[in-house]
C-alpha cells in the first residue's frame, strides 16, 4: 500500500502531499527517525528525512476493513447488490448447474473444465480419498472431546510429514497437493467423526460421488440422492469467498512459501472461531434455546438490549441478505419436504423477520450460516461437524489462492502503529 508523504512549509499551517511512497523510503533516502501522531482517524508519521522533517499519513482501519491486501481473480462478491461471482459465474448458476468438484476446478485452474478434464480429475480425487494408516493410527491417539477442527488442523499439518518434499514452482506437484488435499480432507473428517466414536473408519466408496462418498462415510451408509444432491450444492456455497480471514490466514501463509499442508492447517485454525466458520454451529444452538417460534420476539429483544451477537446474522461485505442463505432456505424448504419437517426452521424464519424489523437499517441480514445449519442436522451431520465441512468445501477456495499467491508471491509483512513506550529501563527483579 502506498503512503502520502507530506510537507510542512515553514511557519504556514497544513501539509502538502509531496510524494506517493512506499517502503518508507522518500526520493531514494531512507528515513531515519520516526514519530506517530494519531488525529481523527489518521496516524501522521513525522520521519526525519535527511535534515528535513516530513509527514506520513496512515489510515489505520481495525480489522483491515476495506484494505486491498491482494489482487485476484478467483471470486467477487458485491456486499450491496447481493452479488457473488467465482470466476466471473454467478453462485445461482454454480448452485444449480454445476458439481463441488466442477467448482473446484474452476476456481483452482481459472476455468470450467471439459469432460475429459473433468473425468481426470474426478478419478484422480477418487484414487487419493484413502488416509495412510499411520495417520489413522495418530487420530486414535486423539481425545474424544476433543473439538473436530483441531482434530482436522492437525491432521492437514501431518499430510506435510508423509508428503514432505517440497517442489513449489513444478506444476506436478502443485496438482498433486491440490488432488491429495481435497480427496483426503473428508476422510479425515469422517474418520474422526466415527473414531471418536469407538469405531473404526469406513474406508471410501469408489462408486460414490464426492458429496455422497463423505455422507456414506460420516453415517455408515449411502445417502439418497437428493440428500447428496443438496450436500454438493451446500460444498459449492461455501468453497470459496474472496479474502475472508481464513482465505487471508492462507494467503500469509503461502507466501513465506512453505509446503501447501502447513497453508490449509492454518486455514483450519483460522476457519475455527465462532466469528468466522463456526457460527452455523452457534446458530443451531441458539435455535434450540429460543426453543419456540412465541420466544423468537422476547430472545431478540434481549439479545439486542444486551448488545448480543445474533449468530447467523450481519456480513462484513453484504449488507443484503446473502445470496448463499437465500439458495440454502430454498434447499432447507426441500429436505424438510422430502425427509420430514423441522420445527426449528419455522423458529428461524420467524427470528429473520424480526431481526429485520430492528436491523435491516443497519444492513443486518441471515449469512450463509443461518440455514446452513439446518440444513446439516437433516443430513445427519452433527452440530461440531459443521465446520468441518465448511473446511472440506473451503479447502477448494484455499487452494485457489494458495496457487494464485504462488503466480505473484511477496511475502506478506504489513506496517504497525507503534504505541508502546520508548527508551524504558529494565527493572531488575529484586525491585520490581
Ligand atoms: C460477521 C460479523 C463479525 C461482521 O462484523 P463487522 O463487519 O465487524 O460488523 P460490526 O461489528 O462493525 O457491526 C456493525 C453494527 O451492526 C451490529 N451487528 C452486527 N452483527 C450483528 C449481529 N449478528 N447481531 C446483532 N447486531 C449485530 C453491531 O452491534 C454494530 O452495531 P453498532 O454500530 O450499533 O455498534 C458480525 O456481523 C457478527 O458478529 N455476526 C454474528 C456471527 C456470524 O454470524 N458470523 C458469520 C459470518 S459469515
Known amino acids: 500500500m502506498f503512503i502520502d508523504f507530506y510537507h510542512r512549509p515553514a511557519g504556514k499551517q497544513g501539509f502538502h502531499v509531496i510524494e506517493r ?12 527517525k520516526v514519530e506517530t501522531i494519531y488525529s481523527d482517524g ?52 454454480l448452485a444449480h448447474q454445476s458439481t463441488f468438484l466442477e467448482t473446484a476446478y474452476l476456481l483452482i485452474w481459472g476455468h470450467l473444465p471439459n469432460q475429459a478434464d473433468l473425468a481426470e480429475f474426478q478419478e484422480e480425487i477418487q484414487s487419493h480419498r484413502r488416509l495412510k494408516y499411520r495417520i489413522r493410527d495418530m487420530m486414535k491417539c486423539f481425545p474424544e472431546s476433543g473439538h473436530p477442527m483441531d482434530a482436522l488442523q492437525a491432521c492437514a499439518a501431518a499430510l506435510g510429514l508423509f508428503y514432505s518434499k517440497r517442489a513449489l514452482d513444478d506444476p506436478a506437484y502443485v496438482r498433486a497437493a491440490v ?13 474422526f467423526q466415527l473414531m471418536r466414536k469407538g469405531n473404526d473408519p469406513v474406508q471410501p466408496r469408489d462408486d460414490l460421488g464426492y458429496a455422497a462418498n463423505f455422507l456414506y462415510m460420516l453415517n455408515e451408509k449411502e445417502p439418497d440422492p437428493l440428500a447428496a444432491h443438496i450436500f454438493d450444492v451446500c460444498l459449492t456455497l461455501h468453497a470459496e469467498h474472496t479474502i475472508n480471514a481464513s482465505t487471508f490466514s492462507a494467503m500469509v501463509t503461502a507466501s513465506t512459501l512453505t509446503d501447501p499442508y502447513g497453508v490449509i492447517a492454518s486455514a483450519v485454525g483460522t476457519l475455527a472461531g465462532p466469528l468466522h466458520g463456526g457460527a452455523a454451529e452457534e446458530v443451531v444452538g441458539m435455535l434450540e434455546e429460543v426453543g419456540s417460534v412465541k420466544n423468537v420476539q422476547t430472545y431478540v429483544d434481549r439479545c439486542l438490549m444486551s448488545k448480543q451477537r445474533i449468530m447467523g446474522f450481519g456480513h462484513r461485505v453484504y449488507k443484503v441478505k446473502d445470496p448463499r442463505a437465500m439458495i440454502l432456505q430454498g434447499l432447507a424448504e426441500k429436505l424438510f419436504e422430502q425427509f420430514g419437517h ?29 440455514y446452513s445449519g439446518l440444513v446439516y442436522r437433516k443430513l445427519g451431520i452433527p452440530t461440531d461437524l459443521f465446520t468441518p465441512v465448511f473446511a472440506i468445501s473451503r479447502t477448494a477456495g484455499w487452494l485457489a489462492h494458495w496457487k494464485e499467491q504462488l503466480g505473484e508471491n511477496r511475502i506478506f509483512r ?17 525491585q520490581r
Not at 496516524?43 to 481495525?62: D, N, Q
Request: aromatic share 12%.
Open 21 to 32: 511512497g512506499r517502503d518508507r523510503r522518500v526520493s531514494g533516502e531512507v528515513v531515519q
Open 42 to 93: 489518521y496516524y501522521f508519521v513525522a520521519c526525519v528525512l535527511g535534515l528535513r522533517w516530513i509527514m506520513a499519513a496512515y489510515e489505520f482501519r481495525a480489522g483491515l476493513e476495506g484494505v486491498p491486501a491482494t489482487q485476484s481473480s478467483i471470486s467477487y462478491v458485491d456486499g450491496q447488490r447481493g452479488i457473488l461471482e467465482y470466476r466471473g459465474i454467478a453462485i445461482q448458476e
Open 179 to 191: 488432488v491429495r488435499l481435497l480427496a483426503k480432507v473428508p476422510t479425515m473428517v469422517a474418520a
Open 342 to 370: 423441522d420445527q426449528y426452521y419455522d423458529i428461524a424464519v420467524a427470528l429473520e423477520a424480526a431481526v429485520a424489523d430492528r436491523l435491516a437499517g443497519k444492513g443486518i441480514y441471515p449469512n450463509v450460516d443461518f
Open 414 to 430: 504489513p506496517t504497525q502503529i507503534y504505541t508502546g513506550l520508548h527508551g524504558t529501563k529494565y527493572l531488575p527483579i529484586d
